[in-house]
């Protein structure tokens, strides 16, 4: 009836717009590696400029985040699905404004109590509890075990300054989030998990791209408020 040709006039529509989507999939774990890679030279330089002798750590943290960019654009497909939640866009934006209305409290406290050396410690853990959250989001696992070493590399920065002073806690801290970011793009990069037989993983598409009740019975592709995009190829972050 109606109703059927309805879900089936549906079902094309959502094929379709599948079909002419970009590959945003595989996208997101290249931009996931290529952010991680880059993000880490930063990390390095604050913790090279507080050693005594700064030149050496800064010329291998220029190499090493240039060797993690070459292999986070050489990415290739992964071997298994990646399920976005619903509203996975605006959540990830949300993360992203979140982290830099923190960060930028953070550095405003610290210079407003005149103790800088409190800065990279708690960006640190900032940034670390912006990647649980993220992890969810991109369906990304390894996220979580990032964000675990930078709180814990940040609780170390703040005990570092408490016992040592400001020139040894931003040491630390910036080059254990600097190592912490690069393996994390290796990883990410180089797919740590997976099928590796490289046959091509697919996956049904959702009958309808909005959130209403699916009507397809056993069959139907939607899980709760997950979507599973395919038939294609699909990467990961």
């Given at each position: 009836?109606?109703?059927?040709?309805?879900?089936?006039?549906?079902?094309?529509?959502?094929?379709?717009?599948?079909?002419?989507?970009?590959?945003?999939?595989?996208?997101?774990?290249?931009?996931?590696?290529?952010?991680?890679?880059?993000?880490g030279?930063?990390?390095?330089?604050?913790?090279?400029?507080?050693?005594?002798?700064?030149?050496?750590?800064?010329?291998?943290?220029?190499?090493?985040?240039?060797?993690?960019?070459?292999?986070?654009?050489?990415?290739?497909?992964?071997?298994?699905?990646?399920?976005?939640?619903?509203?996975?866009?605006?959540r990830?934006?949300?993360?992203?404004?979140?982290?830099?209305?923190?960060?930028?409290?953070?550095?405003?406290?610290?210079?407003?109590?005149?103790?800088?050396?409190?800065?990279?410690?708690?960006?640190?853990?900032?940034?670390?509890?912006?990647?649980?959250?993220?992890?969810?989001?991109?369906?990304?696992?390894?996220?979580?075990?990032?964000?675990?070493?930078?709180?814990?590399?940040g609780?170390?920065?703040?005990?570092?300054?408490?016992?040592?002073?400001p020139?040894?806690?931003?040491?630390?801290?910036?080059?254990?989030?600097?190592l912490?970011?690069?393996?994390?793009?290796?990883?990410?990069a180089?797919?740590?998990?997976?099928?590796?037989?490289?046959?091509?993983?697919?996956?049904?598409?959702?009958?309808?791209?909005?959130?209403?009740?699916?009507?397809?019975?056993?069959?139907?592709?939607?899980?709760?408020?997950?979507?599973?995009?395919?038939?294609?190829?699909?990467?990961?972050?």
């Amino acid at each position: 009836g109606q109703r059927g040709r309805d879900g089936a006039g549906r079902r094309h529509v959502a094929l379709q717009a599948v079909a002419e989507r970009p590959d945003r999939d595989e996208s997101l774990r290249r931009v996931g590696a290529l952010v991680t890679a880059l993000f880490g030279v930063p990390w390095a330089l604050t913790g090279a400029t507080a050693l005594s002798a700064p030149l050496p750590a800064v010329v291998a943290s220029v190499a090493i985040s240039v060797t993690c960019t070459i292999i986070a654009l050489r990415t290739r497909p992964a071997a298994r699905r990646r399920q976005l939640p619903h509203r996975w866009r605006a959540r990830y934006r949300t993360i992203g404004v979140t982290q830099g209305v923190a960060i930028t409290f953070v550095v405003a406290v610290a210079v407003a109590l005149s103790a800088p050396g409190l800065i990279a410690p708690l960006v640190c853990l900032v940034v670390g509890l912006h990647f649980l959250p993220m992890a969810r989001v991109v369906d990304q696992a390894e996220y979580r075990l990032t964000g675990a070493a930078l709180l814990v590399i940040g609780l170390a920065g703040l005990a570092v300054l408490a016992a040592t002073g400001p020139e040894a806690a931003r040491a630390v801290t910036g080059i254990g989030a600097a190592l912490t970011l690069w393996i994390t793009s290796c990883i990410v990069a180089c797919e740590a998990y997976g099928r590796r037989d490289g046959a091509p993983t697919t996956a049904p598409v959702s009958p309808s791209l909005d959130d209403g009740p699916s009507r397809e019975g056993p069959g139907s592709l939607r899980r709760g408020r997950t979507h599973v995009f395919a038939p294609q190829r699909v990467d990961v972050m």
